[in-house]
């Protein structure tokens, strides 16, 4: 599979469980902003070892939003 595909993916799984915790605390308050940008350093560290270029970051922070959104609904009907 292409390293893009692999971090895309890794984007995208690793903000789940953050925006499902992100959506059940008070918005704007700590927990809240560390569910959000406690994932990047995962995403930056995997973008880094496969030297993928910088210009692949926009598809990330995407992935990395839909994530977050994705999470945020689970367990909502």
């Given at each position: 599979?292409?390293?893009?595909?692999?971090?895309?993916?890794?984007?995208?799984?690793?903000?789940?469980?953050?925006?499902?915790?992100?959506?059940?605390?008070?918005?704007y308050?700590l927990?809240?902003?560390?569910?959000?940008?406690?994932?990047?350093?995962?995403?930056?560290?995997?973008?880094?070892?496969?030297?993928?270029?910088?210009?692949?970051?926009?598809?990330?922070?995407?992935?990395s939003?839909?994530?977050?959104?994705?999470?945020?609904?689970?367990?909502?009907?």
């Amino acid at each position: 599979m292409h390293p893009l595909l692999i971090i895309l993916l890794l984007a995208f799984t690793v903000n789940l469980p953050f925006g499902y915790f992100r959506n059940r605390v008070k918005k704007y308050s700590l927990k809240w902003f560390m569910y959000i940008h406690i994932p990047i350093p995962f995403v930056v560290v995997a973008r880094l070892m496969s030297h993928l270029d910088f210009r692949f970051i926009p598809l990330f922070i995407l992935a990395s939003i839909a994530g977050q959104l994705c999470g945020g609904r689970i367990g909502f009907n």
